[in-house]
């Protein structure tokens, strides 16, 4: 099972940016789909954006769509999520996820479908 450990998070005013990583432990980094999901404090988890293995399709959530950047790099065993004009709404933990490519990217989105998590890196964006 890979391992993930995500990096990158901190403190930012609105309007700002952030990339953040996640790095992957194995061999086998292609053959996972990749997912970033947040949850802030008293709210659900909610997904933000997705990657396949190959890193030929991608999705994003509504809220995060035409801001962040999801994107990947095989030869590193890295994803990352660039985040552009933050919005103190950003304000979350943002976990990576790890989903066998098997399954479906979408099903990731929607289900949090996966089998592996990091543990988080906090993105805090004040107004």
């Known amino acids: 099972q890979v391992q993930l450990v995500e990096s990158g998070g901190g403190l930012v005013q609105a309007g700002g940016s952030l990339r953040l990583s996640c790095v992957a432990s194995?061999?086998?980094?292609?053959?996972?789909?990749m997912g970033w999901f947040r949850q802030a404090p008293g709210k659900e988890r909610e997904s933000v954006a997705a990657i396949s293995g190959g890193g030929g399709m991608t999705l994003y959530s509504d809220s995060v769509k035409g801001r962040f950047t999801v994107s990947r790099d095989n030869t590193k065993n890295t994803v990352y999520l660039q985040m552009n004009n933050l919005k103190p709404e950003d304000t979350a933990v943002y976990f990576c996820?790890?989903?066998?490519?098997?399954?479906?990217?979408?099903?990731?989105?929607?289900?949090?479908?996966?089998?592996?998590w990091g543990q988080g890196t906090q993105v805090t964006v004040s107004s």
């Open positions: 996820a790890a989903q066998y490519i098997t399954r479906q990217l979408i099903q990731l989105m929607r289900t949090a479908d996966s089998d592996s």
């Open positions: 194995g061999p086998t980094f292609k053959l996972y789909n």
